[in-house]
């Protein structure tokens, strides 16, 4: 078992702990809510980048006791070539895991300098 994955199964195990135990329905409306939140922060999907379709996932770890967001980027058929973040931000790993590609595939020569510029404005 990954170790970001243990990490979160003991916060949660003590943050409920410390949860009011008034009734049992209380956790039946509790259980789902987390389990919503703790399946919300992975991820995975596709985008278009330049016409070509990619492939991306996001995932969670914990870094120093902080929550950190690890995402990674392919492009099968097109490139070999993947792009990688890391960032605390949920919602902006998936943009800065799309420019390290954007940039790997600028060097390598796959599209232009206009290309690269144009989307990373964007």
């Known amino acids: 078992m990954r170790v970001s ?5 003991i916060v949660l195990a003590v943050a409920a702990s410390f ?3 008034c009734q049992a329905s209380g956790w039946e409306a509790l259980v789902p809510a987390i389990a919503d939140k703790l399946t919300g922060l992975w991820e995975s999907g596709e985008l278009e ?20 967001f690890r995402g990674r980027m392919w492009c099968p058929g097109w490139t070999t070539i993947g792009g990688q973040a ?3 931000s949920r919602s902006g790993v998936v943009g800065r895991t799309t420019q390290d590609f954007v940039r790997k595939a ?10 690269a510029q144009a989307w990373l404005n964007n």
């Open 5 to 9: 994955v243990f990490s979160m199964i």
């Open 19 to 21: 949860a009011p135990q």
């Open 49 to 68: 980048l330049l016409g070509h379709y990619c492939s991306f996932n996001v995932t969670p770890k914990f870094k120093r006791w902080q929550l950190y």
């Open 86 to 88: 890391e960032t605390r």
């Open 106 to 115: 600028f060097r390598a020569g796959l599209i232009t300098e206009s290309e």
